[in-house]
């Protein structure tokens, strides 16, 4: 019989031990920590030996192949141990692979994959295409493929996951972006979290597509040392090349096959420079897929994205209020700012990640008016900022800051969460943030009527 080990009882987890029971392995699930009562309730039901609380590192590496969360990272003592024996350690989504006939869509980027990914799956159902959705949105890969197959699958995948990779080849790969983040997992070293990202490429071959921003110089410094097999396809702020897209301010242009397709800001969902970015990534890979360009056209104006990411929530008094509570990291924050043109009433703060502000001044400077710190600890955030926007605020309530935004903003001004950082010091994680943010504007409403 064939057998397995995996390390972590969360959504992938559980998802790789659900399909490896179902095609016969004996399987082992070991979580250091507490299994949720529903997730035992899987594993009992499905005949699954598990453990939680600690690790039997013995039993663990008596198992031929190891599986890990994404988020135990290869410096895990357990892992490390499975390493130096030889024991393989995979993702879950490398596990599922071989259990998929259908052509995989891996998308992955420091910021922008969770949009395009979700735009791409909308896009592809719209054109009446059998498609799944899984990675890092929603539902894992493998508890889907116990339930059955689709012949196109949109992955997610963040550079964990991609460390994971052995034999997982996309047919069609989108690079969104590379910047600064998560360098404690790659010891600070940005061109170890370059070439993770572009190991997504490894298996890929010529009759393959990749797509990534051209204009990215992390992802050129990744590709100049790769020899570079499937086809490329650039999408850019700038110019425009055979297979590829541009966003010149007012519309999108896609160059496919020989044919210009021309698409209208203001006839899409989406809106600013970076989403446009995702707009001709996820365009582009459904155009591939097969999209035809009018459902293409269609989907592109009745797509929502997903929450806690420029969700607009409420309009009070003229005062436009936004969640982009999963704005956690400088870069992302960077777009959020950039794509209103509306004077601004900023909250930030959280757990700071290391992060350098500087990036942020050009769009700061003059645009926001008023700055509202939310955090356990704010010196930084103010220090930074402190002569450049005219008013700072600092709470740890996010029903005052929400308070002091309807309060010191007037008509057509835009009231945006973006913290820049992590979420963990006062809210449960980004969810649980933008979840609050929303009710604390509703509360707000309800008052004012």
């Known amino acids: 019989m064939k057998r397995i080990a995996i390390l972590g009882a969360g959504e992938?987890?559980?998802g790789a031990a659900l399909l490896a029971k179902e095609n016969g392995y004996?399987?082992?699930?070991?979580?250091g920590g507490t299994i949720t009562d529903n997730r035992k309730l899987l594993l009992e039901e499905a005949g699954v030996d598990y453990e939680e609380g600690s690790h039997d590192v013995e039993k663990l590496l008596g198992?031929?192949?190891?599986?890990?969360s994404p988020g135990i990272p290869y410096s895990h003592s357990v892992v490390a141990a499975a390493v130096e024996q030889g024991i393989p350690v995979i993702d879950e989504l490398e596990f599922a692979f071989g259990f998929s006939r259908g052509k995989v869509i891996a998308i992955t980027g420091t910021n922008g994959k969770t949009t395009t990914a979700m735009l791409t799956y909308h896009l592809m159902k719209r054109g009446g295409?059998?498609?799944?959705l899984g990675g890092n949105v929603g539902q894992s890969w493998a508890s889907q493929l116990v339930q059955g197959d689709h012949d196109w699958w949109v992955l997610e995948v963040s550079s964990f996951q991609i460390d994971g990779f052995r034999s997982l080849r996309?047919?069609?790969a989108v690079l969104t972006n590379i910047t600064p983040d998560h360098l404690d997992r790659y010891d600070y070293e940005m061109e170890n979290y370059i070439q993770s990202k572009l190991g997504l490429l490894k298996q890929m071959g010529e009759e393959d597509d990749f797509i990534y921003y051209r204009e990215d110089q992390h992802?050129?410094?990744?590709?100049?040392?790769?020899n570079i097999r499937p086809n490329v396809h650039e999408v850019s702020l700038e110019t425009i090349e055979k297979g590829g897209g541009l966003y010149n301010g007012a519309e999108v242009k896609l160059n496919f096959r020989n044919q210009m397709i021309s698409i209208p800001e203001n006839e899409m969902a989406l809106k600013g420079n970076h989403n446009m970015?995702?707009?001709m990534c996820a365009s582009t890979a459904a155009l591939l897929a097969g999209v035809p360009e009018e459902t293409l056209k269609i989907g592109l104006a009745d797509f929502k994205n997903a929450p806690h990411r420029m969700e607009k929530v409420e309009e009070l008094e003229g005062v436009t209020f936004i969640n982009d509570s999963k704005g956690t990291n400088v870069d992302a924050t960077v777009y959020a700012l950039s794509t209103?043109?509306?004077?601004?009433?900023w909250i930030a703060g959280g757990v700071d990640k290391g992060n350098d502000y500087e990036t942020l001044m050009p769009v700061v400077k003059d645009h926001v008016k008023v700055l509202i710190c939310l955090g356990k600890e704010n010196n930084k955030l103010k220090a930074a900022f402190e002569g450049v926007v005219p008013v700072i605020l600092e709470t740890q309530d996010i029903s005052s800051a929400v308070e002091w935004g309807l309060e010191r903003g007037t008509s057509g001004d835009v009231v945006l969460l973006s913290p820049a950082c992590a979420s963990f010091d006062l809210f449960k994680n980004y969810e649980d943030r933008g979840d609050q943010f929303k009710e604390a504007v509703k509360k707000l409403k309800l008052k004012a009527i």
């Open 63 to 68: 198992y031929p192949e190891l599986i890990k």
């Open 277 to 279: 970015l995702n707009v």
């Open 219 to 226: 992802i050129w410094r990744g590709m100049s040392s790769m």
């Open 129 to 132: 295409l059998d498609v799944g």
């Open 340 to 345: 209103y043109k509306e004077p601004l009433i």
């Open 26 to 31: 004996e399987v082992f699930v070991s979580d």
């Open 170 to 172: 996309p047919k069609i």
């Open 12 to 14: 992938s987890g559980i």
